[in-house]
């Protein structure tokens, strides 16, 4: 089964950019969709973005629409996740999941890294 492992998280300042991998194990993604997600304390978690192996079609929240773009890099089973013009209400842990729906009882997680947005 496949495994994932998420990392590149920081502080960062408003404005700011970072960019977070997935780093898959154990299988290659080309069979699997790769979504990034993030929890805020206090709040449930949301669907930033997916990538779907599939046909390479692309999902974004409005909330992150032009300043986050997520890639695959096939040679390094890896998917990433730009994240430019950074806010402060950008700021969770991020999760990566072999899935675009975060209740697929099917998906393997990674164990999510902290991004924060601070001055």
């Known amino acids: 089964q496949v495994q994932v492992v998420e990392s590149g998280g920081g502080l960062v300042q408003p404005g700011g950019s970072l960019r977070l991998s997935c780093a898959a194990s154990?299988?290659?993604?080309?069979?699997?969709?790769i979504g990034w997600f993030r929890q805020a304390p206090g709040k449930e978690r949301e669907e930033v973005s997916c990538?779907?192996?599939?046909?390479?079609?692309?999902d974004y929240a409005d909330s992150v629409k032009g300043r986050f773009t997520i890639s695959r890099d096939n040679a390094k089973n890896t998917v990433y996740l730009q994240m430019n013009s950074l806010k402060p209400e950008d700021t969770a842990v991020y999760y990566c999941?072999?899935?675009?729906?975060?209740?697929?009882?099917?998906?393997?997680w990674g164990q999510g890294t902290q991004v924060t947005v601070s001055s």
């Open positions: 990538f779907r192996s599939s046909d390479g079609s692309t």
């Open positions: 154990g299988s290659t993604l080309d069979y699997y969709a």
């Open positions: 999941a072999t899935a675009c729906a975060g209740n697929n009882p099917l998906a393997s």
